[in-house]
């Protein structure tokens, strides 16, 4: 299990990186954390031909958070975002998927944005970039450009990133004043990908009655899939929402399929009782917030 | 057979040659496919600095053990999920299966070989073997030092920390119990360790030397 | 014994270099070798129609490519047949490399050697082999069905097949027995496959020496001995020019029993040829689809009681998954067959096998060797009878019971040695009790019936085993005290993690009346000790153990006669205590044991100090006297071999309280308790540490691992990302409690420990599972998955 030979480019700067990548184009491969990749090239199921290796680039690893939600830069590590107190300030769901990534010593490697590129549709982060409706940023000798995570993931491991581009950030914009969020799974073993996973994120009104509910599931489709269940829960509080008919809805709105580890109608199941597990966790989480302010 | 030449034996004896010769660092080096170029890779390995020249996709696993001679980080899976060959980067418990050795050029490696200082045993290298904390002890060293850095950041973990925090380590051996047993353990050795040497640093405040000389280091 | 170091809970003195990354595994050694590794067909069963290499020979640091053709004599022949039965008419082995038809994927077809591994993946990732696809044979019953075969001349896919039947002490066959008694059950029962999985893969490394003309193999493996004569053998070498070593061993489980590997024959064999030294490490994708695996049974049961739950008859008829090979025979099913027995008396029984071939991994021993599969029918056939008639389930196991009275309690049927099935001792009443006691089951009603309360779903269950260990044929121990007053002992079997530095020491010291500082201890190396069997079966302890306490006896023995004379005593008055030997009650009249090991070899020529002593002219001798006396010896040694008449029987009981999930069906283990006898203990720290591992393990069987082969035979999860071996994070706290009931069998009173934790865990959490669920589980292991589909009347 030893990695096919490539050729290997360590750009110091962006403007370097961006050379290269365009230089290379298809046959070119980005290596940040390498957490996913480089399994993949050990196992020879990945040989490209080029590998372009971003740890040493300046500015790419920062963290900021502000307002309007937070920015984690293409080499920021999961262990880095998920200990950032503003982080998890503006955007509480970040920390509370990055504990179900893996092993701590994987996150304290893998990026944040790598995981989003690899789009693996049994992530976390692709759900929490799904959910939240945030972006990526991706950048190339052309210039940069946003994708909304609705085009970001065009499929199991695809994601729109083009050849000779460059993610070099992604945003998780903060929630309504408010709001709550959680994240549920169940993985096989701790740690592992998960069986079911949901994220959840639920608005209150001024009456503390559910404004906005929303879940991203994990392992159920090709993509994160993302089902909207405010006109299921609301507007109503939390403690008088019909959650059977929550979980109805959101079983519904998957698609999942059977593998080695679980039927695709156990899928389905577990992916109705964790989004009301979640959603209810984020009402509460709201209500605490509507208190609180 | 087709292809081969006779006896089933191709190609010269192969000795000699050394595949890590020339390279020009670790900036934009290209290679020719089947002729790998080498890297020159500089680490400090337990204090020490080590260099070698190895190809790109040199896993930091196999350079420690086969370019450095550091066969005490084994390798189990090669894809991540053991931690047998987790090592501090930095400080940090990284998979050094997950990590080329050209990526981590100029930085700190510290391996289970670095964790005694000289013939003293670390209080978590202790604890695991009073604790019977390993049977073959293949996973070993990963357990090791995924440890340390754990009590590094947390010297008073809860029960439910403490699992955890080796819970990205798979040993086929102990069931886990006595290894779990080895952290609080080794938590214990050096909390009492740190209130010796604090109370060696008051004593002997005047003496600017003993106060620094106290603590095992991180 | 003089000292009190038997039965302590003595610190490892493995771990020393263990904790500080000075331990050697295979992989450390050799820097410099050369690499070796494999083609392996990517098919489940296909013809090889041809290899092109010369893709490969671009690649820079490329040595050797070899395809079977290339091999001379023996090793072009398949490999042994290590355990012949009567019963294995079909019996099949694998060539080192494939010979025109590939049986399962992940069979090696062409090996590479290079200068790194790396090369060597690149040059077979350039070899082309073409295969013509045949029809793969996957799934035990559909194998047995005979339609496809995994070998042409093996009709219905069937290797093997074997009854034993015990009639009831009146005559009364099993299948009579069940169908008159009062009451009848049928059902079936599943397991599925897993594997040892050690966290290090095999790997053989081997220097010629070609001005001694003679092999320095180091192998992980569970057997240097038998390597050496397999490769002896293989390459037509005298055994006394081969040296075969185990160094450290990263776990071995019973994978590393098989031998010889393919590989332990072909890398030797191409070192010698090249000249060079060559080193293969097993990589885990390549431990997945070519080391072996274990457990695939089905079992059809139709058992008959009375209304006390006592079985009457039993009959079980299995379907064994043998894989495409069959290198050890069938001790696997042999020992469910027997073993499944456990510590009851059945009134008739008839078992039945058949060992079936399929295009998959070869299935050879893993811990527990068949018997989680012959445990988990006993005890879901017990759990069965006391759902039926309504009463408690330990009862209905009580009322089955060999009782501490009627041992030796022959059971009537040959073992996996070919002996009978004769338990030596045991107690099993108090084995139950202390485990209820342990685990609370009079109470767990109660606890149960208040956490339904509050809607959560606990259970209760309880498994019971007994384990034949210490099988012969035998194992020796040698022992020399050097004149520096240190002891050194060397035996033949291996190590794997089971601390025999440690446990072989305490026995030698307590035996020899030294410190144990003084004693070292070499196993798996050739070089010191060339006759042993290997470390399996749960036999290191109890057949080393011996082997070595007797091999002390002769060397105390012989100290104590060379003392008395120095001393002018009767040897009968002589004690050693700390190395010295002493009048008993008179401590000023002592000589070291490093003064009698000088003594014990009369010297013509000193080379310091100590030797002076002995030296002719020292005046110690008797001039009368030859130097030395008839029939002795030079030297403070001796050496002596263990072997038993048959095994001496373990066992334990086992239980668990589990919760799971009404809603995603998850399942926990609450609590697991233990209660064991092995005998007498050696060193109690180190049995808990084999009880948890086992616990783990079966832990890992019945809630996590299993290998999910597809129809085309492909093995589906051949990575620790799928093959979920569980982490700290899914194994309970183990509670354990010790019963010591001897071995009347050896001078020690030791039985085996290494397996028992795995063995009855299956049984245990599906019987708990029921108990919560109120539902039936027949199909180990178990998902939340699979939980849910069951929940569903799936």
């Known amino acids: 299990m030893k990695p096919p030979p490539f050729a290997y480019h360590g750009p110091a700067t962006l403007g370097e990186a961006l050379g290269v990548l365009a230089e290379v184009g298809p046959d070119g491969k980005v290596l940040a954390g390498g957490q996913s990749l480089i399994p993949l090239l050990n196992m020879r199921l990945a040989a490209p031909a080029h590998l372009v290796d971003i740890n040493r680039v300046a ?235 | 057979m087709t292809g081969g030449m006779g006896g089933g034996i191709v190609g010269g004896m192969g000795g000699g040659v050394d595949g890590g010769v020339g390279g020009d660092g670790a900036g934009g080096v290209v290679h020719d496919g089947r002729h790998e170029m080498g890297h020159s890779v500089t680490l400090t390995v337990n204090g020490v600095v080590r260099r070698a020249a190895v190809p790109a996709r040199r896993l930091l696993s196999d350079f420690l053990r086969h370019d450095l001679g550091l066969t005490g980080t084994h390798v189990g899976c090669e894809h991540g999920v053991c931690g047998a060959c987790t090592v501090l980067l930095d400080g940090e418990p990284v998979r050094s299966c997950l990590t080329f050795a050209v990526t981590v050029d100029g930085h700190e490696v510290t391996t289970v070989e670095g964790l005694a200082e000289g013939d003293d045993l670390s209080p ?45 380590n798979l040993c086929r051996c102990t069931g886990y119990q006595n290894i779990v047993r080895a952290v609080h353990r080794a938590a214990e050795i050096q909390a009492a360790e740190t209130r010796a040497a604090e109370t060696r640093a008051e004593t002997g405040a005047s003496d600017t030397r003993a106060a620094g000389a106290g603590g095992r280091t991180a | 014994m003089t000292t009190g170091l038997f039965g302590e809970p003595v610190r490892r003195r493995e771990d020393a270099r263990l904790v500080t990354g000075r331990g050697r595994y295979l992989d450390d050694l050799g820097a410099g070798a050369l690499a070796a590794a494999f083609v392996r067909s990517p098919h489940a069963h296909a013809r090889i129609l041809d290899v092109d290499v010369s893709a490969a020979l671009d690649v820079d640091g490329l040595v050797a490519v070899y395809t079977w053709e290339d091999l001379p004599g023996r090793l072009a022949e398949p490999l042994p047949l290590l355990i012949p039965h009567p019963a294995l008419t079909h019996g099949r082995t694998a060539y080192p490399l494939a010979r025109e038809i590939v049986r399962h994927v992940g069979e090696p077809v062409v090996m590479v050697v290079a200068r790194d591994r790396y090369l060597a993946e690149d040059a077979c990732a350039l070899i082309r082999v073409d295969y013509e696809i045949l029809k793969p044979v996957v799934g035990v019953e559909q194998a047995a069905e005979g339609v496809n ?269 070919g002996r009978p099935l004769i338990y030596d001792s045991g107690d099993y009443p108090e084995s139950l009790r202390m485990l209820k006691e342990l685990i609370g089951w009079d109470d767990f009603p109660a606890a149960k019936a208040a956490a339904a309360a509050e809607g959560r779903r606990l259970g209760i269950g309880v498994g019971c085993y007994v384990e034949g260990t210490g099988v012969g044929p035998y194992e020796g121990g040698h022992v020399q005290i050097t004149s520096d007053g240190r002891v050194h002992v060397s035996t033949g079997l291996t190590s794997q993690g089971q601390g025999h530095e440690t446990v072989f020491a305490q026995i030698a010291a307590t035996e020899l009346g030294v410190p144990l500082e003084k004693v070292s201890v070499v196993t798996g190396d050739t070089r010191r000790f060339g006759y042993a069997v290997g470390t399996f079966a749960s036999r290191a302890a109890v057949m080393s153990g011996n082997a070595i306490a ?144 086992g616990v783990a393990q079966g832990v890992g069987g019945a809630l996590y691992e299993k290998m999910v082969y597809d129809e085309h035979g492909q093995l589906l999860n051949a990575s620790f990302m799928d093959f979920l071996m569980p982490y700290a994070t899914e194994i309970p706290r183990i509670e354990t409690a010790h019963l010591e009931t001897p071995s009347p069998l050896n001078p020690l009173g030791i039985k085996g420990a290494g397996e028992a934790g795995v063995i009855p865990v299956s049984a245990v959490v599906a019987a708990a599972i029921e108990d919560a669920e109120g539902l039936t589980v027949d199909r180990m292991p178990i998902s939340p998955s699979d939980l849910w589909e069951l929940r569903r009347g799936g």
């Open chain 3, 550 to 693: 007797l091999a002390c006896r002769k060397v105390r023995e012989k100290a104590l006669r060379i003392a008395s004379e120095a001393l002018e005593a009767d040897p009968r008055d002589l004690e050693i205590t700390d190395g010295v030997v002493h009048v008993a009650g008179a401590p000023s009249a002592s000589i070291p044991l490093a003064t009698v090991a000088v003594l014990a070899n009369p010297l013509r020529y000193a080379f310091d100090e100590e030797s002076r002593r002995a030296t002719q002219f020292a005046g110690t001798a008797d001039p009368d006297r030859p130097p030395m006396d008839e029939g002795e010896e030079p030297g403070l040694e001796g050496r002596d071999f263990y072997s038993p008449v048959r095994s001496t029987f373990a066992s334990g009981m086992h239980a668990a309280i589990v919760e799971t999930d009404p809603d995603t069906a998850e399942i926990r283990i609450l609590r697991y308790a233990v209660v064991h006898d092995c005998g007498r203990l050696i060193n109690p720290m180190i049995v808990e540490g084999q009880i948890h591992g």
């Open chain 3, 149 to 417: 075969l995994v070998h042409d001349d093996v009709p219905g896919n069937l290797g093997a097949h074997l009854v034993q039947e015990v009639p009831s002490p009146s005559g009364v066959s099993a299948r009579q027995a069940v169908d008159t008694a009062p009451h009848r059950l049928e059902f079936r029962l599943d397991i599925e496959r897993s594997a040892s999985m050690p966290l290090e893969g095999r790997g053989v490394y081997a220097r010629w020496d070609a001005d001694d003309q003679s092999l320095r193999v180091h192998s992980s493996t569970q057997t240097s001995t038998s390597v050496r004569m397999a490769i002896a053998a293989k390459l037509g070498l005298p055994p006394t020019k081969v040296e075969v070593i185990a160094p450290d061993v990263g776990g071995g489980f019973g994978v590393k029993i098989v031998h010889p590997w393919p590989e332990e024959v072909l890398v030797p064999w191409a070192a010698r040829l090249l000249n060079r030294e060559i080193k293969w490490a097993e990589d885990r994708r390549e431990h997945f689809v070519s080391s072996a695996h274990e457990r695939g049974q089905v079992q059809h049961v139709r058992a008959g009681f009375d209304d006390d739950g006592r079985l009457l008859g039993l009959e079980v008829t299995i379907l064994h998954d043998h894989g495409a090979y069959t290198p050890y025979g069938i001790i696997v099913p042999i020992i469910t067959s027997t073993q499944l027995l456990g510590p009851y008396k059945v009134g008739a029984y008839r078992v039945e096998f058949s060992s079936i071939y399929t295009n998959t991994v070869q299935v050879t021993p893993y811990r527990g060797a068949g018997r989680p599969q012959g445990v988990f029918c006993m005890e879901r056939t017990m759990d069965k009878i006391a759902a039926y008639l309504g009463k408690d389930r330990t009862e209905v196991r009580a009322a089955n019971f060999i009782q501490p009275g009627e041992f030796p309690y022959d059971q009537g049927l040959t073992f996996q040695d």
């Open chain 1, 59 to 293: 500015g790419l690893a920062a963290v900021e958070a502000g307002p309007d939600g937070v920015r984690v830069g293409a080499l920021a590590r999961h262990a880095a975002v998920e200990r950032s107190a503003a982080a998890a300030a503006a955007q509480p769901l970040l920390r509370q998927a990055l504990r179900l990534v893996a092993h701590p010593v994987i996150r304290n490697r893998g990026t944040v944005v790598g995981s989003l590129v690899h789009a693996d549709p049994a992530a976390e982060m692709p759900a929490v970039l799904a959910l939240l409706g945030g972006s990526v940023r991706l950048a190339s000798l052309r210039g940069e450009r946003e994708v909304g995570a609705a085009e970001f993931f065009t499929g199991p491991m695809e994601s729109a990133v083009r050849p000779g581009e460059l993610a070099v950030s992604s945003f998780f914009p903060a929630l309504p004043e408010r709001s709550g969020t959680a994240f549920h799974e169940v993985a096989r073993r701790h740690g592992d990908y998960a069986v079911g996973g949901v994220a959840a994120a639920v608005t209150l009104d001024d009456d503390f009655r559910i404004a906005a509910a929303k879940v991203a599931c994990v392992s159920v489709g090709p993509v994160p899939a993302v089902v909207d269940v405010t006109a299921v829960c609301g507007p109503r509080p939390a403690a008088s929402a019909d959650w059977d008919a929550v979980a109805a809805a959101v079983r519904d709105g998957v698609d999942p399929e059977g593998d080695i580890h679980a039927t695709a109608g156990y899928r389905r199941h577990l992916t109705g009782v964790l989004a009301v597990r979640a959603l209810r966790d984020a009402a509460r989480v709201a209500s605490r917030d509507g208190e609180a302010a």
């Open chain 2, 124 to 168: 978590v290298q202790r604890a695991f073997a009073e604790c019977h904390g390993l049977q073959c002890g293949f996973c070993t060293p990963g357990f090791l030092c995924t440890v340390t850095a754990f009590l590094r950041d947390n010297p008073t973990p809860s029960g439910e920390e403490v699992v955890e925090a080796v819970s990205g």
